[in-house]
């Protein structure tokens, strides 16, 4: 019994775990972008209005409501996110892998690397 136990528990360590949250450099969210996934933009209305990429939803980080339009989304779908420089999007990305989405593609330096 204990050598069953023992096989089980290796070979549940030895399985892959998907990544939720990766951070890319600018060049790979360009060609995510590509797939037409949803974009996030994570910053105030006013740094939004200011400049964005392309085709991006704005929802404020700092908004009291912010969990609650993110657990409003398809989790199910891979999501581009960005900030200014990446604490926000970070931090939300963070909040929605335990929110239960899939994947998530952080963009490297924000939207000062853009």
Not at 3 to 31: D, H, I, N, P, R
Not at 33 to 52: I, S
Not at 57 to 64: L, R
Request: proline share 4%.
């Amino acid at each position: 019994m204990k050598k069953l136990v023992l096989l089980l528990l290796l070979m549940s360590c030895g399985q892959e775990q998907s990544v939720v949250v990766e951070t890319v450099e600018k060049e790979t969210f360009k060609a995510l972008l590509k797939n037409n996934y949803p974009v996030l933009d994570v910053r105030t209305p006013q740094e939004y209005d200011g400049g964005h990429i392309d085709k991006a939803v704005n929802i404020d980080f700092n908004a009291p409501d912010f969990k609650d339009q993110l657990a409003k989304l398809d989790k199910d779908q891979p999501f581009l996110i960005y900030c200014a420089v990446g604490g926000r999007s970070a931090r939300a990305a963070s909040l929605m892998q335990t929110l239960g989405f899939k994947k998530v593609y952080e963009l490297k330096g924000g939207y000062l690397n853009w």
